[in-house]
């Protein structure tokens, strides 16, 4: 038995969720736009927003992870992308 057999979960594609042995997992992603005047974010508190809703359904934040992409459209710039994994508090 190898090291992705104890890992790997079945994934539930509607609900979003992972399950691995008894632990339950939510996987999300937020994609940051740029303030057309000024700087930061125009939706960061959408993250903020996410976590409590995430919270009060049984669920904390596990991981968080971001990284830069590029946008080709309209405007162009860099996008931030945002990474969430949220697990389930027994």
Do not use: P
Not at 26 to 43: A, D, I, P, T, W
Not at 69 to 88: H, K, M, Q, Y
């Amino acid at each position: 038995m190898g090291f992705m057999d104890n890992v790997m979960g079945s994934f539930n594609d509607e609900a979003g969720k992972i399950n691995i042995g008894t632990g339950q997992y939510r996987v999300m992603q937020v994609v940051l736009r740029e303030k057309f005047v000024g700087k930061g974010s125009k939706n960061f508190a959408e993250i903020e927003e996410l976590c409590n809703q995430q919270y009060a359904e049984g669920y904390r934040l596990h991981t968080f992870a971001q990284s830069t992409a590029g946008s080709t459209g309209i405007g162009g710039g860099d996008r931030t992308v945002c990474n969430l994994v949220f697990e389930r508090m027994n």
